[in-house]
C-alpha cells in the first residue's frame, strides 16, 4: 500500500499519465468484452456511447501526452521524466 502513495510523490519514476491511460484502456476492454457477451445473449447494453467516446479519448490523450513527455525529454538529453521540466547542465 505504501508503494501506492509513491506514486503521488513528486520524486518518483511513476508515468501517472501512462497510469491513467493504462486504468482507461483497461475500463475500455472491460465495456468491449461486456458488450459482445450482452450481444451474444441477445441484451441491449444500456451504456451511453459518450462514456465508451470519453475513456477513449482519455486513452488516446493520456498515452500520446505521456508518449511526447518522452520524446522530448530524449531530444533535450534527459534520462529520467521530471514532469516536461528540461534538467541542462552546462
Given amino acids: 500500500m505504501k508503494k501506492f502513495w509513491t ?4 520524486n518518483n519514476s511513476v508515468n501517472e499519465k501512462a497510469v491513467i491511460g493504462f486504468g482507461a484502456f483497461i475500463v475500455m476492454i472491460i465495456f468491449a468484452i461486456v458488450d459482445i457477451v450482452t450481444g451474444i445473449l441477445n441484451r441491449p447494453l444500456l451504456v451511453n456511447e459518450f462514456i465508451f467516446d470519453s475513456f477513449k479519448l ?8 505521456a508518449s511526447v513527455d518522452k520524446w522530448i525529454n530524449k531530444k ?3 534520462e529520467e521524466n521530471n514532469e516536461g521540466e528540461s534538467e541542462s547542465t552546462n
Wanted: charged share 15%; with cysteine; glycine share 14%.
Fill in 7 to 10: 506514486m503521488f510523490d513528486d
Fill in 58 to 65: 482519455l486513452t488516446v490523450a493520456c498515452f500520446g501526452i
Fill in 76 to 78: 533535450h538529453g534527459n
